[in-house]
T-cell receptor
Framework: DGGITQSPKYLFRKEGQNVTLSCEQNLNHDAMYWYRQDPGQGLRLIYYSQIVNDFQKGDIAEGYSVSREKKESFPLTVTSAQKNPTAFYLC??????????????FGEGSRLTVL | GDSVTQMEGPVTLSEEAFLTINCTYTATGYPSLFWYVQYPGEGLQLLLKATKADDKGSNKGFEATYRKETTSFHLEKGSVQVSDSAVYFCALRNAGGTSYGKLTFGQGTILTVHP
């Protein structure tokens, strides 16, 4: 089945460590996104990518990095510079131009906890 | 910039009660509007959408009408079920500018339905 796969589902990290969250999609979508979800704050955009080898900062990019070497993959690295990394991270994708609705398709998320 | 404001929760209802979750937005141009639902521990799923003024989106008994004059997109359901318990997010997509496919989300409203 087509969809977006995020891994790992749960991740624990010690302070000072970098971690990488995986996001893979087989929907043949051009655009991919990373959102961060915190209780009571909705979703905030970290980074997005419209095409391979190109990506743009979102609203809260500090302390994060991404790459887009393949169309189907958009990994997110949470670096030690991120001051408060404990959160639920959601990856999403959409068709070129957003299709006829602009709908985003989401993965099931990765919950990162810093110990 | 674009923004979305949802009524604060949590909202607690008895089964078969009427549901309204208010959503208002600020945006330039003519955005598309969405309601997403998130069940516990999962990613977001599109519930319904509307792409132009006066459009009504509907799905699974939920409805929302795009009101440009009041910049609103309130979610309603005539008779809620326990299985509707989830977090509901209002969102907009503005096709203008360089924010390709980017969605702007409200803060989310937690709905709990009791038997």
């Amino acid at each position: 089945d087509g969809g977006i796969t995020q891994s790992p589902k749960y991740l624990f990290r010690k302070e000072g460590q970098n971690v990488t969250l995986s996001c893979e999609q087989n929907l043949n979508h051009d655009a991919m996104y990373w959102y961060r979800q915190d209780p009571g704050q909705g979703l905030r955009l970290i980074y997005y990518s419209q095409i391979v080898n190109d990506f743009q900062k979102g609203d809260i990019a500090e302390g994060y990095s991404v790459s887009r070497e393949k169309k189907e993959s958009f990994p997110l690295t949470v670096t030690s510079a991120q001051k408060n990394p404990t959160a639920f991270y959601l990856c999403a994708s959409t068709q070129a131009g957003g299709g006829d609705t602009g709908e985003l398709f989401f993965g099931e998320g990765s919950r990162l906890t810093v110990l | 910039g674009d923004s979305v404001t949802q009524m604060e929760g949590p909202v607690t209802l008895s089964e078969e009660a009427f549901l309204t979750i208010n959503c208002t937005y600020t945006a330039t141009g003519y955005p598309s509007l969405f309601w997403y639902v998130q069940y516990p521990g999962e990613g977001l799923q599109l519930l319904l959408k509307a792409t132009k003024a006066d459009d009504k989106g509907s799905n699974k008994g939920f409805e929302a009408t795009y009101r440009k004059e009041t910049t609103s997109f309130h979610l309603e359901k005539g008779s809620v079920q326990v299985s509707d318990s989830a977090v509901y997010f209002c969102a907009l997509r503005n096709a203008g500018g360089t924010s390709y496919g980017k969605l702007t989300f409200g803060q989310g409203t937690i709905l709990t339905v009791h038997p």
